[in-house]
């Protein structure tokens, strides 16, 4: 959460800003400032190899607002972060996850579906001495999350309506 609601790297409680590297599935790591030119949250999240026009939703195309305006407008009520199972503790976390939530906005042009859209992966986190990240692996299939989102008709419909319910969410975009 860090990430998403802190700048200034220095804030960070969680996260050891000078040692810190996330990398997606078996990419090399990129550091924190790394992460912020590639657009941050959803667009490192996001990161991919195929071809431009296979891209429904390119990272490299958008900024941390506008992927953060695509994903709360998708998903008014959230998009949540269920731990399914922990395999291992610190210093060595791994676990594996759903994140899901209903599709209840546009998404990039495409209708909203109502329907539930979730992906699955594995994370490993490793902590130094004092408890603090310092890198961060995800596996997961974002084809899993985007084939969801683009399942609605295509249409006309404004990716400019933030009208998310969820407290935390809400005027976030």
Same mark, same amino acid.
């Given at each position: ?15 050891? *800003?000078?040692?810190?590297? $996330? ?7 990129? &550091? %924190?400032?790394?992460? +912020? ?7 490192? %999240? ?7 026009? $296979?891209? #429904?939703?390119? *990272?490299?195309?958008? /900024? ?6 695509? $994903? &709360? /407008? ?14 291992? @503790? *610190? ?13 209840? #906005?546009?998404?990039? #042009?495409?209708? *909203? &579906? @109502? ?5 699955? @992966?594995?994370?490993? $986190? ?15 299939? +974002?084809?899993?999350?985007? #084939? ?10 404004? /990716?400019?309506?933030?009208?998310? &319910?969820?407290?935390? %969410?809400?005027? /976030?975009?």
């Amino acid at each position: 959460m860090e990430m998403f609601h802190k700048v200034n790297f220095a804030d960070y409680k969680t996260v050891d *800003p000078i040692k810190y590297r $996330f990398s997606l599935n078996g990419r090399k790591g990129v &550091t %924190l400032e790394e992460k +912020r030119k590639l657009g941050g949250g959803y667009n490192s %999240l996001l990161q991919t190899s195929l071809p431009q026009k $296979f891209r #429904g939703y390119n *990272p490299a195309e958008e /900024t941390v607002d506008s992927s953060h305006r695509a $994903f &709360t /407008t998708a998903f008014p009520r959230g998009f949540a972060l269920e731990i399914l199972q922990v395999y291992s @503790g *610190p210093p060595a976390i791994v676990y594996k996850f759903r994140h899901w939530g209903f599709m209840e #906005g546009p998404f990039k #042009g495409h209708a *909203p &579906t @109502g329907e539930m859209v979730e992906l699955f @992966g594995m994370s490993i $986190f490793e902590l130094d001495e004092q408890s603090k990240i310092v890198k961060v692996e995800f596996f997961y299939d +974002r084809g899993e999350l985007l #084939g969801g989102l683009m399942k609605g008709n295509p249409s006309e419909i404004s /990716t400019n309506d933030t009208s998310s &319910t969820c407290p935390f %969410l809400k005027s /976030t975009g």
